[in-house]
């Protein structure tokens, strides 16, 4: 079904590791000072209490656990060449995708079409990497944890057992009726690994994860249903739509997947003006579904997430016609901003050329990478405070990947360099990062951009979740 070819995807590789000697920590300043100036920024304002939210789609149980160590334990070995599959149906399968994501640091998620092998993981996992933990997963609820932490009323599209209901902040209400305990809810197999972990000859040149999982109802959008009832009534001020990804790769008729995005277009382009509507993007490796998501969701967001890898997957399908399976990891600040502008101007071009009945217009984007954060916002669009959320996001990055509040020095560095381009364009304007002001903000027309560094974690917990976090995080003080 996807129509990447392997040879497309062995050059990104290439220039992927062209790009390497950029990750070199080449800012030599003083860390504390830029903590405490990204602190600062991000206490300036406060979330309004009352916003209200309603987040779709995907709820399951992460299973986390040490990728290298699940493969090992169950009999796996590293393959002789990488390659790349849509659907992992055995082990051969699992460790070819899982060594070809792995030895680029990207992040990936697949669907396993047979449910012996995957249960048989899961087992391994439980019963012999003591290690492994279990925590609520999916888009849709990491998003909706996030703001309810931080003050807002949310709405969440999840089909949950009550026991799993109970483990979610109290005040999230659910669109749909929980189900039974005997439900059976869907697993998601988080095989995390480090920065530089190895496994047979190969390397990870960062910490990310492989997602591997056996899910019917998040692949049906199931919750929809539900959501779309409810949300009317809820009237949010805010629709967050992500977990997506979970359609793509589709296993059944792709009429059925099709159909299911039709409806939620029509839900999002019934909401009323005054409600905004924000799509996180994820990793889609089926072009046909990045191009239905241009088609059905993408007209009708006001404003759009996504990281590093999706940015170029997003830009090379609407600039060259086709998707990108893996990129650079850590791409320069001006090149990413290239992107950025070029994402808002052709989306609104496309949208007014096939006259889409939205009258929504993306004025806002969210770029969110391992070494710092960007964001977009147009003039009078209604999106406040860009660069305290700006400062938020970057924090928010180092928080969850250490999983600590306190932001801790001692495992930090910052890998965004000491200034940046505002473009690759020949002539841009140079920024200087300062460590008192590290959120730099600047107009460009009725556009405002600011970007921050990250101060990222290296002692690793957790990168599952995080783009999610980061997000919301943005988000949160942006109404
Ligand atoms: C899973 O998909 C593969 C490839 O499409 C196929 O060969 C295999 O039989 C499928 N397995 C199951 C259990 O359906
Ligand atoms: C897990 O098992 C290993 C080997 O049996 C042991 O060394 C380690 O301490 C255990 N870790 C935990 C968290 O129980
Ligand atoms: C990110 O979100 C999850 C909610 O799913 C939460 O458990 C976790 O603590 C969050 N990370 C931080 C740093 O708040
Ligand atoms: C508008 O659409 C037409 C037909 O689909 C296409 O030929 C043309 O290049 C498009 N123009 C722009 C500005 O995208």
Request: aromatic fraction near 8%.
């Amino acid at each position: 079904m996807a129509s990447v070819s392997k040879a497309v995807a062995s050059t990104v590789l290439l220039i992927l590791l062209a790009t390497l000697p950029y990750m070199k920590v080449s800012f030599k300043g003083d860390l504390q000072k830029v903590l405490t100036g990204l602190l600062y920024q991000e206490g300036r304002y406060l979330v309004d209490n009352g916003r209200r939210v309603a987040v779709g789609f995907g709820s399951c149980w992460d299973l986390v656990t040490d990728g290298v160590k699940l493969l090992e334990a169950s009999g796996i070995s590293p393959p002789v060449t990488p390659e790349h599959y849509d659907v992992v149906s055995n082990g051969d399968d699992l460790a070819k995708i899982f060594a070809y994501f792995f030895e680029s640091g990207a992040a990936a998620e697949r669907f396993s079409n047979d449910s012996t092998f995957f249960n048989a993981l899961v087992s391994t996992t439980t019963h012999r990497l003591n290690e492994s933990h279990w925590a609520v997963g999916g888009n849709a609820p990491v998003i909706s944890q996030r703001l309810a932490m931080e003050g807002w009323e949310v709405l969440l599209a999840a089909l949950m057992r009550p026991k799993t209901a109970k483990s979610i902040h109290p005040s999230i209400k659910l669109s749909t009726d929980t189900g039974t305990n005997n439900m059976k809810e869907d697993v998601h197999l988080i095989m995390e690994f480090g920065y530089e972990s190895v496994w047979g000859k190969y390397k990870s040149p960062r910490a990310n994860r492989f997602i591997l999982h056996n899910d019917y109802s998040n692949m049906m959008l199931e919750s929809l249903n539900g959501f779309a009832r409810a949300v009317i009534d809820f009237k949010p001020d805010l629709v967050i739509i992500g977990g997506l990804q979970m359609m793509d790769n589709f296993y059944y008729d792709p009429k059925i997947r099709t159909e299911r995005l039709r409806e939620l277009g029509k839900l999002l382009e019934s909401l009323p003006r005054s409600t905004k509507i924000h799509f996180e993007m994820a990793s889609f490796t089926d072009e046909g579904f990045l191009k239905e998501l241009l088609e059905y969701v993408i007209p009708y967001a006001d404003s759009m997430g996504m990281n590093e890898q999706e940015l170029a997957n997003l830009y090379s399908l609407l600039k060259a016609g086709s998707i990108k399976l893996v990129a650079d990891f850590n791409p320069r600040v001006a090149a990413s901003l290239d992107e950025g502008r070029e994402i808002l101007s052709m989306l609104e071009t496309r949208k007014r050329n096939l006259s889409f009945s939205s009258y929504r217009q993306l004025t806002r984007l969210h770029i969110h990478t391992l070494a710092y954060q960007a964001i977009f916002t147009l003039k009078d669009s209604g999106w406040v405070h860009t660069r305290t959320a700006t400062a938020k996001a970057s924090l928010m990055a180092n928080r969850h990947v250490c999983s600590s509040h306190e932001v801790n020095l001692e495992s930090a560095k910052l890998i965004m360099d000491e200034s940046f381009s505002v473009s690759t364009q020949p002539g841009s304007t140079r920024v200087l990062l300062t460590e008192e002001e590290p959120v730099s903000c600047w107009f460009e027309g009725p556009m405002k951009i600011c970007v921050a560094p990250n101060i990222v974690c290296t002692a690793v917990y957790k990168t599952a979740g995080a783009g999610d976090n980061i997000s919301a995080a943005g988000l949160s003080v942006q109404l």
